[in-house]
T-cell receptor
Framework: EDQVTQSPEALRLQEGESSSLNCSYT??????LFWYRQDPGKGPEFLFT???AGEEKEKERLKATLTKKESFLHITAPKPEDSATYLC???????????FGKGTLLTVNP | GAGVSQSPSNKVTEKGKDVELRCDPI?????LYWYRQSLGQGLEFLIY????????KSGLPSDRFSAERTGGSVSTLTIQRTQQEDSAVYLC?????????????FGPGTRLTVT
């Protein structure tokens, strides 16, 4: 069974203070690792897909990386508008569904 | 272009009543998924459609839950004889195809409260 564990559960940063969120996973035949952002009262917003170890993707202040066991979402010089819950999900080879972690609640203070 | 839409955005119902939740996927997306998000829980998969067929219903929690999709587009999730434990946000997602590593795009969700 696919499993995803995210840490920390919550992270509070000062504006401009860079940090990383962790997503550890076990999956049989990775078909994709996905990062989403979710704001309160809204559905998850797609950020990145990573397919193989060593792959990296960037978008504005966010950079996602992937190894065979975990993924990191690096946030460089965050702004208050980056405050949200960040969700990690995997899709295994025989599944159509995404298996999600419980998320990291990021708060960036001005 | 238009994203995934869901209706209603909020639904309050009495225990024992039936409810229907609707999802309009992104045009051209053949795959459609339903998930449930409860307080303190992650997103929980319910059902997957490819076209009008549902090859994976493994996440439906009981036989009170059913879903259909018509015309390869709109989907309806029906919960019969609702219970308080059914209270959650029901999210719909769609993707270009169910095969491959295509990303899933989510709608805003329907918040269901059973009193």
């Amino acid at each position: 069974e696919d499993q995803v564990t995210q840490s920390p559960e919550a992270l509070r940063l000062q504006e401009g203070e860079s940090s990383s969120l962790n997503c550890s996973y076990t999956v049989s035949g990775l078909r994709g690792l996905f990062w989403y952002r979710q704001d309160p009262g809204k559905g998850p917003e797609f950020l990145f897909t990573l397919y193989s170890a060593g792959e990296e993707k960037e978008k504005e202040r966010l950079k996602a990386t992937l190894t065979k066991k975990e993924s990191f979402l690096h946030i460089t010089a965050p702004k208050p508008e980056d405050s949200a819950t960040y969700l990690c999900a995997v899709r295994g080879g025989s599944n159509y569904k995404l298996t999600f972690g419980k998320g990291t609640l990021l708060t960036v203070n001005p | 272009g238009a994203g995934v839409s869901q209706s209603p955005s909020n639904k309050v119902t009495e225990k024992g009543k039936d409810v229907e939740l609707r999802c309009d996927p992104i045009s051209g997306h053949t795959a459609l998924y339903w998930y449930r998000q409860s307080l303190g829980q992650g997103l929980e998969f319910l059902i997957y459609f490819q076209g009008n067929s549902a090859p994976d219903k493994s996440g439906l929690p009981s036989d009170r839950f059913s879903a259909e999709r018509t015309g390869g587009s709109v989907s309806t999730l029906t919960i019969q004889r609702t219970q308080q434990e059914d209270s959650a946000v029901y999210l719909c997602a769609s993707s270009l195809s169910g095969t491959g590593g295509y990303e899933q795009y989510f709608g805003p969700g329907t918040r269901l409260t059973v009193t």
